[in-house]
């Protein structure tokens, strides 16, 4: 980031810590005229939320979209969800939002390898993915993964995840198919 767009991000964050958000988004709009990656996924951020004025799904739609084009991981997994639930215009699509979220998980975002985790079909074949992801987001201290990687077992390498392969794997729960009848 350039120093003028690191001082409107300070001055922004300071702003919003002084509680006035408005001027903060302002600020934060100001930066991602610079075309700071950082500063237009916190824009993209405040915009679904509606943080320092009125939420914008749309706006953070397409703003989230552009960030995860240029590799952001969190911006992956964040335009990820916004496809699956057809927010701010967008078309669902699970597919799409799948791969997003196996972008997302690639670089570096705990949070979308956790929910690919639990997008798994619960196998248990060798190599079983949905354990590897949760615990190299464990490893990184996520969370959610840490609660479960006490109560799955230990993978050889946790780091050797077939990223082709989870995306291939991963389905939601709708597309899944449901349990073998037992008549009783």
């Known amino acids: 980031m350039s120093a003028k767009v690191d001082a409107l991000l300070a001055v922004a964050r300071n702003r919003l810590e002084a509680g006035d958000a408005a001027a903060a988004r302002e600020l934060l709009q100001q930066a991602a005229r610079a075309d700071s990656l950082p500063v237009a996924v916190q824009l993209g951020t405040w915009e679904l939320a509606g943080l320092g004025g009125p939420p914008d799904v749309a706006a953070a739609a397409r703003r989230l979209r552009a960030a995860a084009e240029l590799g952001d991981a969190a911006a992956c997994a964040l335009f990820a969800q916004l496809l699956a639930a057809g927010a701010g215009g967008l078309e669902r699509d ?15 975002d705990m949070r979308a390898a956790v929910q690919l985790a639990m997008l798994l079909p619960a196998d248990h074949e060798p190599p079983d993915d949905r354990v590897s992801l949760v615990r190299l987001a464990a490893a990184t201290g996520e969370p959610i993964a840490r ?18 392969r989870v995306r291939d794997r991963a389905r939601l729960p709708h597309q899944r198919p449901l349990p073998a009848m037992h008549v009783r």
């Open 94 to 108: 699970f597919t799409a939002a799948i791969s997003w979220l196996v972008r997302g998980a690639a670089a570096g």
């Open 147 to 164: 609660a479960f990687a006490a109560h799955w077992p230990a993978v050889q390498d946790p780091t050797a995840i077939d990223w082709e």
